[in-house]
């Protein structure tokens, strides 16, 4: 797993879930407090989220497991932070009072950009990104070989 505070990789899964990264000091409990728990299945179990892989004002991407297809894949959860609270362990997000218009607005620019990646993805690959509304949450996910770089997607 990476530390989401230094960008360090090679970190367990066990130590993130009760400890210290060993090359910053940040306790992972309170980093991941907003992130879907490790081992999360959504979408009738289609999906996994393995960790997180980094989060931002906007969302969080982490990196999962097509459960069907056996195979890993990036998923972007739409979890904008200045509007929304993650509700304990149940993985709900809960809108903050008084802000479910730019929430409802940010939600629809988030599926856009999803939108116009599948395109992409679809163009050089024919592959597209799966969108996916839940109750708890609004994702998207793509496949993800081994060195794809999909940050360019998410700016």
């Known amino acids: 797993m990476r530390c989401l505070n230094c960008k360090r990789d090679g970190i367990s899964l ?13 306790y992972f409990p309170s980093l ?33 497991f097509h459960t069907v297809l056996e195979r890993e894949l990036a998923i972007k959860e739409f979890y904008p932070d200045s509007h929304a609270l993650r ?6 997000v809960a809108v903050t009072a008084g802000s ?14 999803g939108e116009d990646f599948s395109a992409v993805r679809a163009s050089e690959c024919g592959e597209g990104t799966r ?18 770089n999909v940050t360019g997607y998410f700016r």
């Open 87 to 92: 509700q304990g362990d149940t993985g709900y």
């Open 131 to 148: 969108l996916i509304h839940g109750e708890k949450y609004s994702l998207f996910g793509d496949g993800m070989g081994e060195g794809t």
């Open 32 to 64: 991941l407090r907003n992130t879907l728990p490790i081992g999360t299945l959504l979408h009738d179990g289609k999906y996994r989220i393995d960790y997180p892989l980094g989060q931002g004002g906007f969302g969080i991407t982490y990196r999962g």
């Open 100 to 113: 479910q218009d730019a929430y409802e607005r940010g939600k629809a620019r988030f599926f856009e950009r």
């Open 14 to 26: 066990s130590l993130a879930k009760s400890g210290n990264c060993p090359h910053c000091g940040v």
